[in-house]
């Protein structure tokens, strides 16, 4: 039987889920790595965090999503996704890859009802813009 | 293009032709360059992703929209078995209360017209008739109880078919004057008048699942006629019940050995009923190893059929000592009646007197024990079981002890298979339950004296 996954801190601002590494920008902005596949456990605990994070921050929470390294996700996963992209403390997702890949995995999330605080970018630099917008 | 893309591409096609044969099992390769082709294989990816899900939920969906149904379905069979049951609760209320009411009513007024004799004697039919009804009522109930929760046994003997179905189209043909149907005609084929179809079954059942039939045939038969006869096929005989009646409409035919139905309720004061009979005739018939079934037309008629195991057995001789020119004599024999009832006494005492037998009576075993004791001849005990003090049940074995050859019948109210096998267990002869038919009784008592 596979070992439970769960998150871990690694230091004040840094977490890991599996081989997904999320970090405390500031106290407005969440940043994703996702890294290799997105599977409904990797979401159960990506949801864990945000709630944890979502009562200890003030105001509303911005999320910045690499897509760059990660592989498909779930259609559950994706569900929890779109779940946390519509929590009333969640105020941006700006998702952004360089790669072909990237951009047809952020369809399969920021397509989802066409929702107006989700966009995606091809760098990091415009993502952030967006957000701080 | 170069190799790699041409292999690529090639895989894509493969893969998207085998999603659309319906293998939702289909995952691309990925490489790490994270192109185009990648792209376009990690899109078909999560889109087999997604239809499986969609399908595992639609199946699931199927599941819960199944068991939705079924349990609509359990719903509505616990609140349909819920209102029959009201619906019987109420028609057993009404069907006791109605003769209840006629004897009551009619025991109160009947002193004032002792002297008009006409009066006296159509009160005291009706409240005979009513009476019987009631027995009739008690009975069905008491059947179907027995038959549901398994206590009904089978008391197996040696019947002669052909006599039985004469004796109910002797019985049918008196009757059907009695109720009005004096117009319908009613035949028994005969299977082999030149032969006697002597066959082992329990023939109060058999008779009791024709005497339903037939009743019924004859309620809802207003022109015509109603036969009744049976015929030998392999191991099977096979009964039937025909007549020229209303018919049953095909939407009704399966419901009409369900319990507690009348085929048309509204129809009530036409078609007398309890709607037991039915119910009663397929739990014998299922008791006997049979089964049952029915053709039936609208305006047509009704033939019911039903079969049981057949076994013929050889015939067996009878002399009848006690009956000479069709009176039955039992003069020279002595009878004592133990029976604490008084009403109950002076009937046994008035069937009784007929047959010239010396006749004894006490109301208590006490008293009877002085009797036998003081040597007098007793070849017959009728005893009660409900007595004060010491009980009938009781006192079996102290007659017994007492005079062996003394023969014991009990005649008591007590009517369950259990109390009969008590009795029997006891030491007793013969077991008769209340009320008691006159010839049911004396032949019992004939059976008995001359065993």
């Given amino acids: ?133 | 293009m170069d190799e790699r893309s041409e292999k690529k591409i090639d895989e894509l096609i493969a893969a998207v032709i085998k999603i659309a044969k319906g293998d939702y099992t289909v995952q691309i390769e990925t490489s790490e360059k994270n192109d185009k082709l990648d792209a376009l294989a990690m899109g078909i990816n999560m889109l087999v992703d997604d239809l499986k899900t969609g399908r595992e939920a639609a199946l699931e969906n199927e599941k819960i929209k199944l068991r939705n149904i079924e349990l609509q379905n359990e719903k509505i069979r616990a609140l349909e078995s819920e209102h029959l049951k009201t619906i019987f609760l109420q028609n057993m209320s009404h069907e006791l209360r109605t003769p209840l009411n006629a004897i009551i009513g009619f025991a109160e007024i009947l002193p004032k017209y002792f002297k008009e004799k006409e009066k006296l004697a159509q009160y005291t039919s009706i409240i005979r008739q009513q009476g019987l009804d009631l027995h009739d009522l008690i009975n069905d109930l008491l059947d179907l109880s027995s038959i549901e929760t398994g206590k009904m046994t089978i008391n197996t003997e040696e019947c002669d078919l052909n006599e039985l179905l004469n004796d109910l189209f002797l019985f049918f043909n008196n009757h059907k004057h009695k109720i009005g149907k004096q117009d319908i005609d009613i035949s028994y084929e005969p299977n082999n008048t030149e032969k006697p179809y002597h066959i082992l079954v329990d023939k109060g059942k058999l008779r009791q699942i024709f005497v339903n039939l037939i009743f019924n045939a004859l309620k809802f038969t207003h022109k015509g006629a109603v036969s009744f006869g049976f015929e030998i096929k392999n191991k099977q005989i096979e009964f039937f019940v025909a007549d020229t009646g209303i018919g049953i409409p095909p939407e009704k035919q399966p419901l009409v050995f369900d319990r507690f139905i009348r085929l048309d309720p509204h129809s009530e004061n036409e078609f007398k009923g309890k709607g037991l009979g039915l119910a009663i005739v397929k739990g014998l018939i299922e008791l006997l190893k049979g089964t049952v079934n029915l053709e039936s037309k609208v305006g047509e008629g009704t033939r019911f059929k039903f079969t049981i195991p057949y076994e013929e057995i050889t015939i067996k001789e009878n002399n009848d000592p006690a009956e000479s020119n069709g009176t039955i004599d039992f003069s020279g024999y002595s009878v004592l009646i133990i029976e604490n009832d008084i009403t109950n006494s002076i009937y046994l005492e008035e069937v009784l007197s007929e047959t010239k037998i010396n006749i004894l009576k006490t109301t208590n075993i006490n008293d009877a024990v002085s009797v036998f004791d003081s040597g007098t001849r007793i070849d017959l005990i009728l005893l009660d079981l409900g007595l004060p003090g010491i009980s009938g049940l009781e006192a079996i074995p102290i007659f017994k002890l007492k005079r062996p050859h003394t023969k014991i019948i009990v005649q008591t109210a007590y009517t369950s298979n259990e109390d009969r096998k008590k009795a029997l267990e006891a030491g007793g002869d013969g077991f008769i339950t209340k009320p008691i038919d006159s010839e049911e009784l004396l032949a019992l008592i004939k059976e008995q004296l001359y065993s």
């Fill in chain 1, 1 to 133: 039987m596979a070992p439970q996954l769960c998150y871990k801190q690694i230091s004040e601002k840094e977490f890991t889920i599996g081989e997904n590494r999320i970090t405390l920008l500031d106290n407005s902005t969440i940043y994703i790595e996702a890294i290799g596949e997105q599977t409904d456990e990797h979401a159960r605990e990506i949801l864990k965090l945000y709630q944890k994070l979502y009562s200890e921050l003030p105001g509303k929470i911005n999320q910045l999503v690499n897509l760059d390294r990660s592989g498909k996700s779930s259609p559950k996963a994706r569900q929890v996704y779109e779940e946390m992209n519509n929590h009333e403390s969640t105020h941006k997702v700006a998702v952004y890859g360089i790669h072909p890949v990237a951009r047809v995995l952020a369809a399969f999330v920021t397509g989802i009802k066409g929702k107006k605080n989700i966009e995606f970018f091809t760098n990091k630099e415009d993502a952030m813009a967006w957000l701080k917008k």
